[in-house]
């Protein structure tokens, strides 16, 4: 038989509370959101407080502002992910129950159009505030890994969005039946990939030290769109390489398509993920390769 580490026993639900005949519950994924947001909140703080890592001595904005920057990324990430979700992968549903777009609780988000809804909501608040847009990028990208590893674990307490199947001794028998079908024989349990853990290393423990250490130890601040492009470089490889483990949505899966991509020629061919993640490396690579150190000069006093 085949060896396989069973899955921990842990409710999605951390706890619950009846109040007037209705059930409220405080789920991982609900605290992930939380702790990543109070988490980017006291990393960006710190930076702003740090006037030497920046040009000129002189940080983007001021501390205070923190709040309102992330309450406009909250409405981005919310509606960003939302209709990423809608556009990217279920188009011909969604056009087809146009009054299930709105219904978020039950699920349908993607990271794709998170970051894009950021970018809008970030880039929209910096205007209004006269505000240098790719400095204040380098001091969001800073802390968003944190959250993106935060939510990984969520994503695997919760058995969701898990891998391919593998032979591999640490692979995770996840319950349910979706899960579980991976061809065998009736009953048989298989194992998958945990690549909700692969990606919580990679998008959150690896790119988010890369970025604590760049900043704090490289003073990569001092060049104007570093940070930004090593958040999206390093996010695009990440999910580019993850995606040959991770299982394909199941709207890509047919007979004739057993990987799940959703371009293909000749035998070889990209998940969506992987579709996606490629604009991501390129931007990334073009804003940090055009970074430059800028002048320094001593603040005001």
Known sequence: MQAMIPFPDISPEIFSISLFGMEFALRWYALAYIAGIVIAWRLAVSA??????????????????VEDLLTWIILGVILGGRL?????????????????????????MAFHGGLL???????????????????????????????????????????????????????????????QSCGQALGEI???????????????????????????????????????????????????VVEFFRQPD????????????AWEIGGYGLTMGQLLSLPMIALGLYFALRAKPQPQTKAAT
């Open 250 to 261: 199941a709207q890509f899966v047919t007979t004739g398509n057993p990987l799940g991509l």
């Open 190 to 240: 298989c194992a998958r990939h945990p690549s909700q853990l692969y990606e919580a290393a990679m998008e959150g423990l690896i790119l988010g030290g890369a970025l604590i250490w760049l900043t704090w130890r490289r003073q990569s601040l001092q060049r104007p769109g570093l940070n930004l492009g090593v958040f999206l470089a390093g996010y695009g490889l990440a999910r580019f």
């Open 117 to 179: 809804g950021v970018i809008v909501a970030a880039w929209v608040y910096a205007a209004r505030q006269g505000i240098a847009k790719i400095q204040m990028a380098d001091l969001v990208a800073y802390t968003v890994p944190a959250g993106l590893m935060l939510g990984r674990l969520a994503n695997f307490i919760n058995a969701e969005l898990w891998g391919r199947p593998t032979e591999l001794a640490w692979g995770v028998a996840f319950p349910g039946q979706a899960a």
């Open 48 to 65: 702003l407080k740090s006037p030497q890592l920046w040009p000129g001595q002189q940080p983007p904005l001021r501390p205070e502002q």
């Open 84 to 108: 990423g979700f809608v556009l990217f992968y279920q188009p011909g549903y969604y056009l087809a129950h146009p009054t299930q777009i709105l219904r978020i609780w039950q699920g349908g």
